[in-house]
């Protein structure tokens, strides 16, 4: 069978300082026939900066990534943050036929109204993990996964017709056998920069998040963004926090990935006690701390 | 419905414009304040912002704390019951309290913000390292958070070398 193709925005916080992210996303979405063709000299989508500071330059940013895109093929990013710059562009542009204009103009090529923007979650409409993975169910069992999407459900007034994607971890990873904690703090935003400029507010609420879950009864958390997985882990103020895997590290886990020791050193709270402890680990890891 | 005395309505009038938001659809309802995780370190929560807005207290409005505490997360306009885009309101007055000099709330998270976009504008893509490395030079602070950016080098989650992009060009577009 073919695999599917899509255009693929990385994104800074992905690319650049999470690898292990973006190692087991490559993995998973190879292993459920899916191929990411990373968009050529994409550049950076503007992050929280560009648009606190400069709107000029936070509409530029997006557009000229909109303008990489092989036409024909849809755009799949997984930072929620790079979505959400690149959707609200897409659609500042597809409402305005002058900025329409000077886009053209600008970026020589024409604005194409047809190009889909998805975030990774959609896919999970369009594949069946269940064609990919005998006993489903058996793949990540007894481990109790605390979800956190951190400020990713919540969308602008301009993107509120966008799919919600609410449950949709607990449902994929459930499916997995996966006990999934439900803890009250799942959409709790991680504070972005504010883990720079103001550690202690960001480090007040990411505890709260970690004290929760652990207080549930969660042995580890779960997040769907590079940037919450590393405020997560550097701003937790407990002794002893459990471990944050990225959503997609589970799941390739589950379909069998081999590569695993290339991602678990990568953390700084060390995932691989618990996965022992949870008989999880297929392959002893060399590089277990 | 306040009626704005004369001369007190420029902000909310200029906000309004820019914005695109019917600024006086705000009921008060305190949603987004209880909603906001961010709140406490806030001078105003984000509903008495909004109200200094509808009573034109531009100087209130410009230097507070607010507009650069809040990181545009959405949790308040996604249970606004009004659909009021507040993120995209702190855009704008964020904007016009560079553009007209005012006394800045949060100069960090300014330079932060500065910063970031220098090693956009540089590489065309954010570059951790140099941006940490200028935020906190300019911030003389060389010992808070050096065992995280020691861990954070180790486990390699800030690279040494930027990643460049090859179209200079657009970038020279992009920060005319």
């Known amino acids: ?11 800074c916080s992905l690319k650049l300082s999470n690898h292990e992210n973006t190692l087991s996303l490559l993995q998973f979405c190879d292993m459920v026939d899916i191929e990411l063709n990373e968009l050529n000299d994409w550049n950076c989508c503007g992050s929280s900066s560009a648009h606190s500071i400069n709107h000029d330059i936070a509409m530029q940013l997006p557009f000229r990534n909109l303008s990489l895109v092989p036409q024909g093929l849809p755009l799949l990013i997984a930072c929620p943050s790079c979505l959400i710059r690149l959707k609200q562009s897409y659609l500042k542009l597809k409402n305005d036929p002058d900025l329409q204009k000077k886009y053209e103009q600008n970026w020589g090529r024409p604005f194409d109204p047809s190009l889909e923007i998805i975030h990774f979650f959609e896919l ?22 605390a979800p956190y999407y951190g400020c990713m459900l919540s969308m602008p007034p301009d993107l509120r017709k966008e799919p919600s994607y609410y449950g949709l971890m607990e449902d994929a990873l459930s499916r997995l056998g ?7 703090y799942e959409t709790m935003c991680c504070g972005t920069y504010l883990s720079v400029a103001k550690p202690k507010l960001s480090e007040k609420v990411v505890t709260q998040i970690f004290s929760r879950a652990m207080d549930a009864g969660a042995e580890c958390l779960v997040t769907a963004c590079a940037m919450c997985h590393l405020n997560l882990e550097i701003r937790c103020a407990l002794k002893n926090p459990i471990p944050t895997f990225h959503f997609s590290e589970l799941l390739s886990m589950a379909l ?34 | 419905m306040i009626e704005l005395e004369n001369g ?15 600024l006086s659809s705000c009921l008060h309802c305190r949603t987004c304040t209880n909603a906001c995780p961010f709140s406490e370190g806030m001078d105003y929560p984000p509903n008495v912002l909004l109200r200094l ?14 507009i650069w505490v809040c990181v545009g997360c959405n949790t308040c306009c ?24 005012e006394n800045i709330g949060e100069p960090d998270i300014v330079n932060f ?8 504008e540089k590489y065309g893509r954010a570059h951790k390292l140099e941006i940490m490395m200028q935020y906190k030079l300019k911030k003389l602070d060389f010992v808070n958070d050096f065992g995280v950016g020691l861990k954070m080098l180790k486990k390699r989650k800030l690279n040494l070398t930027p990643s460049k992009i090859k179209d200079k060009k657009a970038l020279k577009k992009i920060f005319k």
């Not at chain 2, 249970?79 to 309290?97: H, S, Y």
């Not at chain 2, 913000?113 to 956009?120: A, G, K, P, S």
Request: hydrophobic share 35%; charged share 30%.
């Open chain 1, 1 to 11: 069978m073919g695999k599917t193709i899509y255009s693929f925005f990385p994104g």
């Open chain 1, 256 to 289: 069998g990935a081999k590569d695993q020791r290339k991602w678990f050193p990568k953390h700084i709270v060390d995932p691989i006690p618990l996965l022992k402890k949870r008989d999880l680990l297929k392959t002893r890891s060399k590089n277990n701390n």
């Open chain 2, 53 to 66: 807005i509808q009573m034109g207290m531009e100087k209130e409005a410009l230097e507070s704390s607010t």
């Open chain 1, 124 to 145: 999970f409409k369009r594949i069946r993990l269940r064609d990919h993975i005998n006993d489903p169910r058996a793949k990540l069992k007894g481990i109790k996964v």
């Open chain 1, 178 to 184: 996966a006990e999934m904690i439900s803890f009250g």
């Open chain 2, 8 to 22: 007190h309505e420029d902000l909310t009038w200029d906000i309004q414009k820019q914005s695109g938001i019917n």
């Open chain 2, 113 to 120: 913000h500065t910063e970031v976009l220098n090693t956009v």
């Open chain 2, 78 to 101: 996604s249970f606004c019951p009004m659909a009021i885009d507040i993120p995209g309101i702190m855009d704008c007055l964020r904007e016009k309290a560079l553009e007209q000099g």
